[in-house]
């Protein structure tokens, strides 16, 4: 946490040292003095915050780490603002010794935490987990030539150690092993309790005292031979699990290992043969079976039908997990009476169910969340909790996720990967903890789009809120804000999910506020009064996302926000981005929302050497191309660039792209020497063609350049609206790098296509969407030999699917296609069944099909 950030605070440092040397480089002593202090506070803080998750001690240290490095932080972004550099020099000194001197004393506190363990469990009433059970004992009745390892993976409270329980204790399971252990590992490991919990199936004498070595050689010894379950409950990392399965015999083929973790790198790991298995969430239906079973004792037990519409709606808000299902019914048990009573207790939990559910102060979800919390190494912890600004049920994406958490300080150095590369990791590892669940992936495997469970992002909230990470601004019927527009000045980061015409009415002030972010669903336009509104309230403002805010006028207020990283506009006419915009010089991320064809850029952006995405659906056009400024290697986004600036000039500033979106008449391309080929760092490109003027049908894409005249590195390529013919896939069957191949909008236009042999070899992912194609055929078995995903969207006139593509394909979703398609695609379907042995084509079969 405070790591990141202070690391954060010194690079933000180095890049002011060039600009204003003289007010930060006699503070540089005490800038190291404040890393090495909050270093030492971390080192106890990492291990209090183990023991006592709950502790005053704790919340109070983190709170003090914060402060510290947030009024450091201040005083430096201040003093840019200010008239007087000496004056400025001596405050940020002053201020820097002041923090230093104060940090001394939580370190001592810490030591007095003692270490507080949760309970086990209780085993649970059970709803709707009949075909999971199914599928795993299925799995451990398999024949396998060696130990095998089964993996129930799923996020805290969802029923994993129910689910193995229930197997553990069935029938068929019981008969099938004659020997059954069940060992608990929890996240405070400790591998000589493991080996003991296991030696006792065996024998009761005391092994305690026997080193963890000889013990495991003895649970190998008991375990080699013969029929057996072992169940591994609450496995929490992959090195617990390295410490135990040393000890397994892995040559016992009837030997069967039963895992259950919310930690899905541990299920992969524990078995790389094996899928883990993805424990899903119950169903609306399911859900108020088991909140009636838990109140009523049976699951049809509601028999007031007044009851019946509140509790369904009740089960509804816990979104499927079970633990917060069996909280709620406590609750609802308790307030048990009269059926009258019933009623209003019942509408009252339905109105407050999220509050029930924090303040539950059991074994519940809280703190089965701040379990999982207090798991997460330092550097992913405000990742973490970041995630509670999205609104709730949103879907976040990945990519303007990935470039938030960069602007905040959140995304350290790693030598050798670049910074998104890194965060990218790091959503990854929430992921596979089971914090964040993927909403959508890219034909590349990539995340698109998450979200988070509602209670999950409670958590982070109530979280964020105890280590003023950020804090969401509320505003009840009446219009009262929570906290007041007169306390905001307190918070670093605010995040607003209404309509902010009332809160800007209030006129804000918070000058050490440095996130701004506006989720609000309906665009809405900003009154010209309101345009100065926000810089003017936030001078130190790092972060201003608000993609609802529309603007009628240039906000030229902003320019002077000098700390600005991450800007998104949005303005429908706008068309030309005046030369202040590059004042911005600590901007990384700029992202225009505009109507407009093209957006004339008139400012020097090879002097914004820290910008690293461009993004806008509008053709760019760079009028200062010949600025003063070097090359900008940290330029990663271009997109979208009218293709008059697709020159040398520009690929030679930008030599570091990896994504890059090119909008206009395309055919220029071909006539002009546009050196794409240089960008030996690009993967992803894109290529709209849009004509001044007339249709596209009318002015056709001639052809495309050779092989060698694209990016070696190339991934991903989308076409729009080029209209070419068929003959020309054969060009791009030839870029061995292409991976994913995206074309929309009559990109190729013609009634035949002979896809030879030979060519796309490396293609996975295929979309084609509208076109006028009539006949495809695949002439030959090697065609598309690592083809798995075919998305046919609005191709009415297409006949057949060729059968020849069933080999590779494992996914093949269509819509709006005529009856002989959807017949071919179904043929396709049995036939990869009967050539797979009955693993099935995932066959997605849209509304608009005939």
């Not at 397994?248 to 973790?261: A, E, F, Q």
């Not at 559910?357 to 912890?381: F, H, K, W």
């Not at 015409?501 to 972010?517: H, T």
Request: hydrophobic residues 40%; glycine residues 6%.
């Amino acid at each position: 946490m405070a790591d990141a950030k202070i690391t954060f605070l010194l690079e933000n440092r180095s890049q002011l040292m060039k600009h204003y040397a003289d007010v930060i480089s006699e503070a540089e002593n005490e800038l190291k003095q404040l890393k090495n202090d909050v270093a030492l506070l971390e080192s106890y803080h990492r291990q209090a915050i183990m023991k006592a998750e709950k502790g005053e001690v704790v919340r109070e240290m983190e709170r003090q780490m914060r402060e510290a490095i947030d009024d450091a932080e201040d005083t430096i972004d201040s003093c840019l603002t200010e008239a007087g550099v000496a004056n400025a020099r001596n405050k940020l000194l002053r201020s820097l010794k002041t923090t230093n001197r104060g940090n001394g004393g939580l370190a001592r506190e810490v030591e007095s935490l003692r270490q507080n363990k949760f309970p086990l469990l209780r085993m649970d009433n059970v709803v709707g987990l009949e075909d999971e059970e199914e599928t795993i004992i299925k799995y451990l009745r398999e024949e396998t030539n060696a130990l095998d390892v089964i993996s129930i993976i799923g996020m805290q409270g969802l029923g994993k150690t129910t689910l193995a329980w229930k197997i553990y204790q069935n029938h068929i399971i019981q008969y099938e092993f004659p020997i059954r252990i069940w060992v608990y590992v929890s996240q405070e490991f400790n591998i000589k309790d493991v080996f003991l919990s296991i030696l006792k199936a065996f024998t009761q004498q005391d092994m305690s005292m026997m080193s963890d070595q000889d013990l495991a050689l003895t649970v190998h010894e008991c375990l080699k031979t013969g029929k057996f379950l072992l169940v591994m409950d609450d496995v929490w990392n992959v090195e617990a699990w390295n410490a135990i399965q040393q000890a397994l015999p892995r040559s016992n083929k009837m030997g069967k290992v039963l895992l259950t973790s919310s930690n899905r790198i541990v299920g992969s790991h524990a078995n790389v043969s094996r899928q883990p298995h993805m424990l899903r969430f119950l169903t609306e239906e399911e859900s108020w079976k088991l909140l009636q079973l838990e109140v009523f004792g049976k699951m049809n037990g509601c028999d007031d039908p007044v009851l019946e519409v509140i509790g369904e709606n009740i089960a509804k808000q816990c979104d499927g997990l079970p633990l917060a299902i069996r909280v709620i019914g406590g609750i609802l048990l308790d307030k048990c009476s009269t059926n009258q009573a019933n009623r209003h207790a019942w509408k009252e939990v339905s109105e407050n169910v999220n509050k029930y559910l924090q303040n539950d102060e059991g074994y519940g979800v809280q703190d089965i969340t701040a379990m999982s919390y207090n798991m997460l190494p330092e550097y992913l912890r405000d990742c973490f909790l970041y995630l509670g600004v999205f609104p709730e049920d949103y879907e976040i994406p990945a990519w303007t996720l990935i470039r938030l958490w960069i602007a905040e300080g959140f995304i350290q150095d790693k030598e050798g990967q670049s910074l998104e590369e890194t965060a990218e990791e790091n959503l990854n590892d929430l992921i596979n903890r089971n914090l964040v669940m993927v909403d959508k992936s890219n034909p590349t495997g990539k995340v698109k789009t998450c979200r988070v469970h509602d209670l999950i992002r409670q958590f982070c909230i109530s979280k964020a809120d105890e280590q003023n990470l950020f804090k969401e601004i509320k505003r009840s019927n009446e219009g009262v804000f929570h906290p007041p527009v007169s306390d905001i000045h307190k918070y670093r980061r605010l995040c607003i999910h209404f309509h902010l015409l009332a809160f800007l009415s209030a006129k804000p002030k918070g000058r050490g506020i440095r996130s701004f972010l506006c989720f609000y669903k309906e665009a809405f336009v900003l009154h010209p009064q309101y345009v100065s509104a926000i810089p003017d309230a936030f001078t130190l403002l790092r972060v201003w996302h608000s993609k609802s805010i529309k603007f009628n006028q240039f906000p030229a207020r902003v320019t002077k926000l000098i700390h600005l990283k991450y800007l998104t506009l949005s303005w429908d006419d706008l068309d030309i981005l005046p030369a202040s915009i590059s004042e911005l010089w600590s901007l990384q991320t700029l992202v225009i929302d505009t109507k407009s064809r093209t957006l004339k850029i008139k400012a020097n952006i090879w002097k914004m050497i820290q910008l690293r995405h461009l993004k806008t659906k509008a053709a760019i056009e760079l009028l200062d191309i010949e600025g003063k400024g070097k090359a900008n290697e940290n330029l990663q986004t271009l997109s979208r660039l009218s293709p008059k600036y697709c020159i040398e000039e520009v690929f030679d500033r930008a030599s570091n792209l990896k994504r890059l979106g090119i909008r206009g008449p395309l055919n220029s391309l071909l006539e002009a020497k546009h050196s794409l080929e240089k960008l030996a760092l690009l993967e992803n490109l894109k290529l709209v063609n849009d004509l001044d003027y007339g249709s596209v049908f009318e002015n056709p894409l001639r052809g495309l350049p050779p092989p060698s005249s694209f990016p070696p590195n190339l991934k991903t390529l989308t076409l729009s609206a080029t209209v070419l013919d068929w003959k020309h896939m054969s060009t791009l069957g030839t870029i061995n790098s292409l991976e994913v191949l995206k074309l929309k909008d009559n990109a190729f236009s013609g009634n035949f296509w002979n896809a030879v042999g030979g060519g796309f070899l490396r293609l996975r992912f295929l979309l084609i969407a509208t076109t006028d194609l009539v006949f495809w055929e695949v002439s030959s078995d090697d065609a598309f030999p690592s083809l798995q995903h075919l998305v046919l969207k609005d191709c009415r006139r297409l006949g057949k699917i060729p059968a020849t593509l069933a080999k590779s394909l494992q996914i093949l979703e269509i819509d709006r296609v005529g009856k002989s398609a959807v017949e071919a695609a179904r043929e396709i379907e049995r036939e990869k069944t009967q050539l797979m042995q009955g693993h099935k084509l995932k066959l997605f079969i849209g509304p608009g099909c005939e």
